[in-house]
């Protein structure tokens, strides 16, 4: 078989959007998906698959997947894949790739922002948002659609902004509050956009960028980078130019890509674990139950196919993940 | 007579002391059960919404005694060194939990405070000695055991022997069929200070010993860090270590424990062998608000890997699981010098510049 027909798989599965990109044999971006999660990941694993399959056609082959994303397991039992890894190494790989030398990376997506400090390629420092959900994009989101706007509006309208507004950045609800009031006030749309966008990157710098040491060159990546408001105001507060990727919203599943690669050439694999791209018409099923074999009760989570469990997790103890011999794929996976 | 005695809190750090002072008296201890999910709910109901998970799950043990317990003990820790305080969260202690105590159940209390000098300590000690019917004398040869178990206790800890294991020896005394601390000591202890796999990479863990050993509230952060890391704790360093590394500060810590996290992790930051620190806090902690942005920095200094891990009620696996994996990696790849540039190709990966 020809290498033009053969792909590394990269699957980043968030709160908000579910991404997949095709590596191909010279490191191109062959498919880049980004769709809405819509709380269904599994449903929308499969239907990334079925899109993809479209365009590269049945014959082709993927020699290897990785995994990332807060589902990252379900979507490594789902497509049986090669690496499973977390967003920060998968997002420093891929930003590394894309731009070597890169210093610092700004990552805004739906429910999270990270910040990863780099130096010779290696990641030295990083930080995540913590609980509150203050200053990510599911918050512009719900932003603009209360001010009536598409959120692909947002941004241009922002830079147009004159005099931005003052909004307290601190919580999402004061700075909702404080936004109407700006608004009763009768300050244009464009300022208090702009205004939200620098509360947002205050707040950014301030919580996930604390004690950071931001150098150039900058990669500011994840969904929200394709609001220019925000990549603006980065650029004043830290004083020097914001790099936008090409792929900016799917970095992490390019990364889980890079990252499968790595894990076939480095170590040797011979065969991928993919499942198939027919996996897109295999009926997965996912279902949950109280264990009560403690008072922990923990939550135990079963993936089916076709009525046979491929892997459980949510207990503490292993009574139940530790049963199964598939998910010993899967822990192997993820080491 | 059996005294209750909550797995919370003090337990992770004075628990040894405890059960030599009432092994002595001859009287036992019952410690509540393991923390789980309905020991940390009734916390929740009862503690104040305000106060720090540590406080809350106080108040879930306190709550979850064996029934047959005739009272509980409660001491109020003032100070465990010279010069220092601990929180002042723990200062409040018995009082801010006694909503948390069952109906009709006495508390059992005592000032501790060692800033006071060792008399105040003993007077203390006669005085609870007294009010449980005992004399003088036998209140004085209490204490004396309380500090021999505490010393054997620490003294394992620093040979390497785990908290759990530790823990469990001091546990199974003060009971009937116990054996006691035997004067032989410290010789059957320690062994496997710091001497496993040489491909794991070393992680020091800093936190308060009721976050660091609080499996459940930590969500098993040990033993999966275990799992892919070699760790060393605060515990293993030595009191006068900690002191020399907080020499240079500008003015002297006056939190008991704070200082010893600081001393303990800045030893830890400056050491070659140790590959990261792990800084466990939980989310309210008022000490931990200084000291861990103090190691941070001092981290920062000597280029060492560090992370802060914030617990609360509401943390969850997920996010505990990431920010491990991640620290990991990052030390994991810098070691074997997985630098991410190999392979790139610059064909058709491009950016935009705007």
């Known amino acids: ?335 | 007579m059996k005294i209750g005695f909550p797995r919370a809190m003090f337990y992770y750090d004075t628990f040894p002391f405890w059960a030599g002072y009432f092994e002595a008296l001859g009287i036992e201890l019952k410690v509540s059960p393991r923390t789980n999910r309905e020991v940390l709910e009734r916390g929740l109901k009862k503690a104040s919404d305000e106060t720090c998970l540590p406080i809350k799950l106080l108040s879930g043990h306190l709550a979850s005694l064996p029934s047959d317990v005739e009272a509980v003990f409660l001491p109020r820790m003032v100070s465990i060194e010279k010069k220092t305080y601990m929180c002042p969260k723990i200062l409040g202690l018995p009082e801010s939990v006694l909503a948390s105590v069952p109906e009709g159940l006495p508390v059992i209390s005592v000032d501790i405070n060692w800033r006071e000098g060792k008399a105040q300590v003993q007077k203390a000690l006669e005085k609870l000695g007294e009010q449980l019917g005992k004399s003088k004398g036998e209140a004085r040869r209490a204490f004396a055991k309380a500090q021999k178990y505490q010393q054997v206790y620490e003294e394992m800890r620093r040979s390497g022997q785990g908290f759990e294991e530790s823990m469990r020896y001091f546990e199974g005394l003060g009971k009937p069929d116990g054996k006691g601390v035997s004067d032989a000591g410290l010789g059957s202890y320690g062994g496997s200070h710091l001497t496993s796999s040489e491909r794991l990479p070393t992680i020091a863990l800093i936190g308060h010993p009721y976050l660091t050993y609080e499996s459940y509230g930590n969500l098993n952060l040990l033993s999966k860090l275990k799992a892919k890391a070699k760790l060393v704790f605060m515990e293993n360093v030595e009191q006068v270590q900690i002191e020399d590394h907080l020499k240079d500060l500008r003015k002297p810590l006056f939190w008991s424990q704070g200082k010893r996290l600081l001393g303990a992790g800045h030893s830890y930051a400056i050491n070659q062998y140790v590959d990261g620190v792990i800084y466990l806090s939980c989310f309210g902690c008022g000490t931990d608000s200084m000291t861990q942005d103090m190691l941070a920095r001092r981290a920062r200094t000597h280029h060492k890997p560090y992370m802060v891990l914030t617990l609360d009620e509401h943390s969850g696996e997920a996010g505990v699981i990431t920010r491990v994996e991640a620290f990991l990696d990052m030390i994991e790849r810098k070691r074997i010098g997985l630098s991410n540039k190999s392979g790139y190709s610059s064909s058709s990966i491009g950016e935009i510049n705007r």
């Open chain 1, 1 to 335: 078989m020809s290498t033009q027909n053969r792909y590394f798989l990269g699957v980043d599965v968030g709160s908000v959007s579910t991404n997949l990109v095709l590596l191909g044999s010279n490191n191109e971006v062959v498919q880049a998906l980004y769709l809405r999660t819509q709380g269904r990941p599994m449903h929308t694993i499969q239907e990334g698959i079925k899109i993809l399959r479209e365009q590269i056609g049945s014959s082709a082959e993927i020699i290897g997947v990785g995994t990332t994303g807060s589902a990252r397991q379900l979507a490594a039992t789902l497509l049986g894949a090669d690496v499973v890894k977390n967003e920060i190494t998968a997002h420093a790989v891929a930003a590394s790739r894309v731009r070597p030398g890169v210093q610092t990376i700004l990552e805004i997506g739906g429910q999270d922002s990270k910040i990863i400090i780099l130096r010779d390629g290696v990641v030295v420092d990083f930080a995540m948002n913590t609980v509150c959900a203050a200053g990510t994009g599911s918050f512009l989101d719900q932003q603009a659609s209360r001010l009536g706007i598409e959120i692909e509006e947002f941004g241009p309208l922002a830079v147009q902004a004159e005099h931005p507004v003052r909004i307290a950045g601190r919580c999402s609800v004061f700075a909702e509050s404080d936004m109407i009031h700006k608004q009763q006030l009768g300050h244009p749309l464009p300022d208090i956009l702009a205004g939200l966008c620098q509360a947002m990157v205050r707040n950014y710098l301030n919580n996930v960028g604390k004690n950071k040491d931001i150098q150039g060159p900058i990669l500011f990546q994840g969904g929200v980078a394709a609001n220019p408001g925000i990549r603006k105001a980065f650029e004043q507060e830290l004083g020097q130019e914001v790099i936008v990727p090409e792929h900016f919203a799917v970095m992490g599943a390019l990364g889980a890509a890079f990252l499968a690669q790595e894990r076939v050439s480095m170590q040797g694999q011979e065969q991928t674990r993919f499942r198939g791209l027919q996996l897109a018409e295999s009926s997965f099923q996912a279902r949950s139950f109280d264990c009560n074999g403690c008072a922990n009760h923990c939550e135990v989570v079963e993936i089916l196919q076709e009525q046979e469990t491929l892997a459980r997790w949510g207990d503490r103890c292993g009574k139940w993940s530790g049963t199964l011999k598939n998910d010993e794929r899967v822990s192997e996976a993820r080491a």
